[in-house]
């Protein structure tokens, strides 16, 4: 399993979410195909261009609940003050994506900043 987690500040547009996905992808040398799913943290549940970006994508949008993301912050590989303040999580985008790539996710590198958008991908620990 192949997972985008994203991270925003809020009103983003789902341009913006797309191109960092996009991005983030583009740097693995990955194409989109290969997410299973976005996840983000409950902070982000409604914004709308975040589930509009999973619509666009065809993937679900899979809410991390805060304990999920404390759970894999040790994991994550970036650190914002303003994400550890709000979530509890030194990084939004990649603890949720390692959340939901499940027990033995490793992210892939460090998010992607993309403006307003982050986006870190994390594969399963059962994935090659």
């Known amino acids: 399993m192949m997972v985008a987690g994203i991270g925003s500040r809020k009103g983003v547009g789902v341009e913006d979410v797309l191109a960092a996905i996009e991005t983030a992808l583009e740097a693995h040398g ?19 261009a ?12 899979i809410i991390v609940d805060d304990a999920a993301l404390q759970a894999v912050s040790t994991d994550t590989l970036s650190h914002s003050d303003l994400s550890q303040d709000l979530a509890g999580t030194p990084s939004v985008s990649e603890a949720s994506a390692l959340a939901v790539a499940g027990k033995g996710a490793r992210l892939l590198g460090p998010r992607t900043v993309l403006g307003p ?12």
Do not use: H, M, Y
């Open 30 to 48: 990955l194409a989109v195909t290969a997410l299973s799913a976005l996840a983000t943290a409950t902070l982000k549940q409604d914004e709308d």
């Open 50 to 61: 975040i589930a509009a970006a999973g619509r666009a994508l065809n993937l679900p949008v």
């Open 117 to 128: 958008v982050t986006c870190a991908i994390a594969i399963s620990g059962d994935a090659p």
